[in-house]
T-cell receptor, first 114, second 110 residues
Framework: AQTVTQSQPEMSVQEAETVTLSCTYD???????LFWYKQPPSRQMILVIR??????QNATENRFSVNFQKAAKSFSLKISDSQLGDAAMYFC???????????FGAGTILRVKS | DGGITQSPKYLFRKEGQNVTLSCEQN?????MYWYRQDPGQGLRLIYY???????QKGDIAEGYSVSREKKESFPLTVTSAQKNPTAFYLC?????????FGEGSWLTVV
């Protein structure tokens, strides 16, 4: 079974600064997708960014970018110019082709200080 | 409005009762999913359906049942066999390779 590890249960960042959330996963597949989701206090799951494993270029969405290291099975999320609205629980979730389902990590709580 | 609609937002169940959570989508997406989230934890897959009249068990299907009679609808029934049903339930759909979620339903056993 695939496993996903988010080793930082909680992180804090000062407003306008940069923070990186880590994620490692285990898989024997070579072709898959990886996602970061944000869950604010409303509990809605919001897609932040996605990465295709076959692409070497790291995905970027505005202030959010990833560092995808396929060989190391690592998929970290960098948030630049942090804003108060970024405060939430963040989940790393690979989606393997086999089974066609997301596997979630335990999440990292991000606190943003003003 | 287009999107994924889950109802009710809050639901209370007495011991021994079955309850059904509704998930409707007007996005014309084939694949639909049900996830469960316990406090402070990630999501776990209960059931998923790739097409109408077909569905597969996820990692924690025991005590749950689903149906997929229409493309738009994927209701989840929490049966009395589910011993610890208090949780937050999320429905999702998948166009292409990305999964999008509804707003979720809270189920509490009283």
């Amino acid at each position: 079974a695939q496993t996903v590890t988010q080793s930082q249960p909680e992180m804090s960042v000062q407003e306008a600064e940069t923070v990186t959330l880590s994620c490692t996963y285990d898989t024997s597949e070579s072709d898959y997708y990886l996602f970061w989701y944000k869950q604010p206090p409303s509990r809605q799951m919001i897609l932040v960014i996605r990465q295709e494993a076959y692409k070497q270029q790291n995905a970027t969405e505005n202030r959010f970018s990833v560092n995808f290291q396929k060989a190391a099975k690592s998929f970290s999320l960098k948030i630049s110019d942090s804003q108060l609205g970024d405060a939430a629980m963040y989940f790393c979730a690979p989606r393997m082709e086999y089974g066609n389902k997301l596997v979630f990590g335990a999440g990292t709580i991000l606190r943003v200080k003003s | 409005d287009g999107g994924i609609t889950q109802s009710p937002k809050y639901l209370f169940r007495k011991e021994g009762q079955n309850v059904t959570l509704s998930c409707e989508q007007n996005l014309n997406h084939d694949a639909m999913y049900w996830y469960r989230q316990d406090p402070g934890q990630g999501l776990r897959l209960i059931y998923y359906s790739q097409i109408v009249n077909d569905f597969q068990k996820g990692d924690i299907a025991e005590g749950y049942s689903v149906s997929r009679e229409k493309k738009e609808s994927f209701p989840l029934t929490v049966t009395s066999a589910q011993k610890n049903p208090t949780a937050f339930y999320l429905c999702a759909t998948q166009p292409g390779n990305t999964i999008y979620f509804g707003e979720g339903s809270w189920l509490t056993v009283v």
